[in-house]
């Protein structure tokens, strides 16, 4: 049973264009995160969530906006895409902040 | 900002080696975590360590927590090919008051080959 997920996988779309990612988990969590990794594989939070409630906001432009609907499930809607958004987003889930964190199988976004 | 230096950034080595891995900060953490990434996949946790000086065994994998809560290492002893992957060490900075967010180092890429 997949535990965390995340859809789409792969993600390609132009510059300017408005895309969504979604993640849900499984594990009863009741708190989520999104991460972004760059091309050198370095790992930044971007968002953290707590029963629904927004707990980290990192300095991310604010054409990312996170949103979750419920404690099982976090989206990341991103408007106007362009180039330096090209990375791979984690999604990942804790139980508590102070617990580990398990991550989603990522969703690769290319802007062409 | 804190900050954790992994070195080596690479390592290729050949079956049945010894090798170590390590993680650096002038920055205390409260836990410090290592995981394993292979591609197309996300991190998956190794092991935790939350106590200065700790040590802890996964079958060939050993990881140690400084006594100053600044640094951690991972010894992979009698690598295999199945070791291969990215190793990430992650820190926790003060448990209750950063809200879950972790400081990620930058990897290291482990390739073993037969």
């Known amino acids: 049973d997949t535990a965390v997920s995340q859809t789409p996988k792969y993600l390609v779309t132009q510059m300017g264009n408005d895309k969504s990612i979604k993640c849900e988990q499984n594990?009863?969590?009741?708190?989520m995160y999104w991460y972004k990794q760059d091309s050198k594989k370095f790992l930044k939070i971007m968002f953290s969530?707590?029963?629904?409630?927004?707990?980290i906001n990192e300095t991310v432009p604010n054409r990312f906006s996170p949103k979750s609907p419920d404690k099982a499930h976090l989206n990341l809607h991103i408007n106007s895409l362009e180039l330096g958004d090209s990375a791979v987003y984690f999604c990942?889930?804790?139980?508590?902040?102070?617990?580990?964190?398990?991550f989603g199988p990522g969703t690769r976004l290319t802007v062409t | 900002t804190q900050l954790l230096e992994q070195s080596p950034q690479f390592l290729s080595i050949q079956e049945g080696e010894n090798l170590t891995v390590y993680c650096n900060s002038s920055?205390?953490?409260?836990?410090l975590q290592w995981y394993r990434q292979e591609p197309g996949e996300g991190p998956v946790l190794l092991v935790t360590?939350?106590?200065?000086?700790e040590v802890k065994k996964l079958k060939r994998l050993t990881f140690q927590f400084g006594d100053a809560r600044k640094d951690s290492s991972l010894h992979i002893t009698a690598a295999q090919p199945g070791d291969t992957g990215l190793y990430l060490c992650?820190?926790?900075?003060?448990?209750?008051?950063?809200?879950?967010?972790?400081?990620f180092g930058r990897g290291t890429q482990l390739t073993v080959w037969p």
């Open positions: 990942a889930s804790s139980q508590g902040t102070d617990y580990e964190q398990y």
């Open positions: 594990l009863g969590h009741d708190t």
């Open positions: 969530y707590n029963n629904k409630e927004l707990i």
């Open positions: 920055s205390v953490f409260s836990s």
């Open positions: 360590v939350v106590t200065g000086g």
């Open positions: 992650a820190g926790e900075a003060d448990r209750g008051s950063t809200l879950g967010r972790l400081y």
